[in-house]
């Protein structure tokens, strides 16, 4: 049943997603100052709305787990963050192409660059502590704790264009800036194409947490083997 | 005031081996000295990033006071017995903390003059100035890196993964500090637009030490 439900929203966000692609590349006209490039940031915005989202279900996973104690709830932190550095990454790429294109240069070390690297960094740190420790309970500890404080970066690269003077464009959608300073056609394809890439990311952070629960009963038939 | 009682005694500890001491002392002249390599170091765009220069040379020399901060207590289980008596966690981390600020500020105040040497800087105009931005930036920097070495005590890896973690989470802090010494150090006053690295330096010493002082005792209970 759980497995039909996940190929059923697999399914769901790879049609939406072929869907958007096909209205984005033919309906959908050029920019009219950056040309066709303007395309790409049908991915580079819905990609780093799901990375925060992410981050923010691994904040909660993790502040959830520190009540709870629930190893369930660390398995879930983890998950996000993995794929929320995944798409993360996409971010990262789409903006360094799109930059290379409208700049002339791949980096810019500006505020909501930097701060998106640096973002990345600290939650791939995270993976690294979790790495390193074995006992199961330990990890899910210090890296709960790990996560609370990364999230810090993550609400400073979100606020890092309006406190800093960046060569990133602005805040340009009207829930931001309270007004219409795009074509609200062109905004509605960036929230319809988070829609898919939200749901990919779900699909993928469940598969990821069912990998998990295969590696505990795994371990744990081990460790009866290992007893006999 | 327990947390006092905690700093006494890792200072003195610290003072009687001077391990880490010695070798942070040491290791931050030595990449001051590299430092001069890299560029001309008589050259007039020395001041414009003198700030990054010595916060690097802090933060380097940092992580290793810090890495000896919690696996100090390790030989004979002394974590263990610190952590049993009825010291409470958040108490033992601030007297940690603070011990390991007052031996960085130590080796800070004891690398400017050799820095102000090498590089032909004038810093003894700005000294109260740039003493407020060192005592904010190295609360900062041993707040966070004792909190980590707290998390990390127990990896084998611990004095790689202390470095990893830390640095990129203490950009902010660093940013506004190398900002503030840098303009200190080019003879001119904090003022203006400039107030907002004050502004972000306290910022990110007030959250992180709440942060860390509420989840302290979750990562040294066991």
Redesign the interface.
């Known amino acids: 049943m759980e497995k039909n439900i996940r190929i059923g929203i697999g399914a769901l966000a790879g049609l939406l997603l072929l869907r958007n692609l096909y209205v984005i590349l033919f309906n959908l006209p050029d920019e009219m100052a950056q040309g066709p490039i303007y395309r790409i940031f049908y991915y580079h915005l819905p990609a780093y709305f799901t990375a925060m989202c992410c981050y923010l279900t691994a904040l909660a996973a993790s502040v959830l787990y520190?009540t709870k104690r629930d190893l369930r709830y660390d398995a879930l932190a983890m998950a996000a963050t993995e794929v929320g550095l995944a798409f993360a990454a996409v971010n990262l790429i789409t903006g360094m192409i799109w930059g290379r294109v409208i700049w002339g240069i791949w980096w810019a070390w500006d505020a909501r660059l930097t701060w998106a690297l640096?973002c990345w960094?600290?939650y791939f740190?995270y993976l690294?502590?979790r790495q390193?420790?074995d006992d199961p309970s330990?990890r899910a500890?210090?890296s709960?704790?790990?996560s609370?404080?990364?999230f810090?970066?993550v609400a400073?690269t979100y606020k890092a264009i309006e406190?800093w003077r960046t060569q990133h464009p602005g805040p340009v959608l009207s829930f931001r800036t309270g007004k219409q300073l795009i074509d609200p056609e062109m905004e509605r394809m960036l929230f319809t194409n988070f829609l898919a890439l939200a749901l990919l990311a779900f699909v993928m952070v469940t598969v990821r947490l069912r990998q998990e629960d295969l590696q505990r009963q795994i371990d744990g038939l081990r460790r009866r083997a290992h007893a006999l | 005031m327990i947390f006092l009682q905690v700093a006494a005694k890792d200072l003195r500890s610290e003072l009687r081996t001077k391990e880490s001491l010695n070798a942070s002392l040491s290791f931050a002249v030595v990449i001051l000295l590299l430092f001069s390599f890299a560029f001309d170091p008589s050259g007039e765009a020395v001041a414009e990033f003198s700030g990054g220069l010595l916060w690097l040379v802090f933060a380097f020399a940092g992580a290793l006071i810090l890495n000896r901060s919690f696996a100090r207590e390790l030989p004979n289980d002394c974590l263990e017995v610190l952590l049993a008596s009825p010291v409470s966690g958040a108490q033992l981390f601030l007297g940690k903390s603070v011990a390991s600020f007052l031996l960085l500020l130590g080796i800070e105040l004891l690398c400017l003059p050799i820095f102000g040497i090498f590089y032909n800087i004038t810093w003894t105009p700005k000294i109260l100035p740039l003493l407020g931005v060192f005592v904010l930036g190295t609360w900062g920097l041993t707040i966070?890196g004792t909190?980590f070495s707290a998390?990390?005590v127990?990896?084998?890896?611990r004095e790689l993964?202390l470095p990893?973690?830390l640095y990129?989470?203490l950009?902010?802090a660093l940013m506004a500090a190398m900002r503030l010494t840098t303009i200190l150090l080019s003879g001119n006053d904090i003022g203006g637009d400039d107030l907002?690295w004050l502004r972000l330096l306290i910022g990110f010493d007030v959250?992180?030490t709440t942060?860390a002082l509420a989840?302290v005792e979750?990562?040294l209970v066991?």
């Open positions: 520190l640096i960094l600290v740190g690294m502590l390193a420790i330990e500890k210090n709960a704790v790990l609370i404080f990364s810090v970066s400073i406190w | 966070l909190l998390l990390t127990n990896l084998s890896l993964m990893m973690l990129p989470m950009i902010p907002v959250v992180f942060l989840l979750t990562i066991r």
